[in-house]
């Protein structure tokens, strides 16, 4: 998911006020085409950047009901375009939500299949693309049970910016877990190439509306410009990370392992973080 996507999210999450230019000369992009039940419904979108400027607004209390089609269908007139899904319980910002990549059908649409336990959930589907991004919201109801999302895990510490490494902060992500633990705790200890170390201690960041399964702990930029001080690339990342109680330990390398030179690295737990299942 873009930066801008996983913002689009949090917006969903915290339900933001109107923001963005608003109405712009040039004017937006075109509605995205959704099908489900019955006949295809044009939908404007409530956030999006275009060629013209950006507008994000609030998603609708009551989205579009496309019922309990297998699948749903979704297609915008602009080509060179990805879609992704957030599918939410119905009705519960808070609720936990899971994000699947959308196939490209022969026709040019894309495909939501069902993921997740069976029931009725609200659908952002967010584009992106040459021009900017769009997201708009559907209400779904699916009969069948779906994949579950597997635990994932990401940090950012250190960056770079024309060679120089840097940090504007750290940043430790946890999504996708059985459950919210009730007590979590992460030691992240950097070590430069030159074998020089520090031990960061980012805080677990607690809200109103926290997302089932989800834990985000976060750091100051001083925590991560005092790693990015050790020396030279690449760095070592060792997490220790205790979750009620049972310790989880992870090892990356940056920029190795990083998506994008200022981008984090996705850790793999040992023990394996705790994952969603069907119950038996």
Do not use: K, N
């Amino acid at each position: 998911m873009t930066a801008r996507a996983r913002a689009v999210v949090a917006a969903l999450v915290v339900v933001v006020g109107l923001g963005g230019c608003g109405a712009l000369p040039g004017g937006g992009p075109p509605s995205v085409v959704v099908r489900g039940e019955g006949d295809a419904v044009a939908l404007a979108p409530w956030t999006w950047c275009w060629t013209s400027g950006c507008a994000d607004g609030l998603p609708p209390q009551d989205p579009t009901d496309l019922g309990s089609a297998e699948e749903l269908l979704v297609g915008f007139p602009a080509d060179g375009w990805d879609f992704e899904a957030v599918l939410r319980p119905a009705g519960q910002p808070c609720g936990p939500a899971q994000t699947v990549p959308l196939e490209r059908t022969a026709a040019g649409e894309h495909r939501v299949l069902p993921a997740g336990p069976a029931g009725t959930y609200d659908v952002d589907l967010l584009g992106r693309g040459p021009q900017g991004d769009v997201v708009v919201t559907v209400r779904w109801t699916t009969e069948a049970d779906g994949p579950l999302p597997s635990p994932v895990a990401s940090l950012g510490v250190l960056s770079q910016d024309d060679g120089t490494v840097d940090s504007y902060g750290v940043e430790l992500l946890l999504d996708d877990l059985a459950a919210t633990p009730g007590r979590a705790e992460v030691d992240i200890t950097v070590t430069s190439s030159e074998g020089r170390s520090t031990t960061l201690e980012p805080t677990r960041l607690e809200g109103e509306c926290q997302e089932e399964g989800r834990v985000d702990f976060t750091g100051p930029a001083e925590q991560g410009q005092r790693a990015a001080a050790l020396g030279t690339a690449p760095f070592t990342y060792d997490v220790a990370l205790l979750l009620d109680g049972q310790r989880h330990t992870a090892t990356a390398t940056w920029p190795d392992d990083a998506r994008d030179e200022d981008g984090p690295v996705a850790l793999v737990f040992t023990p394996a973080l705790p994952a969603l299942t069907y119950d038996p």
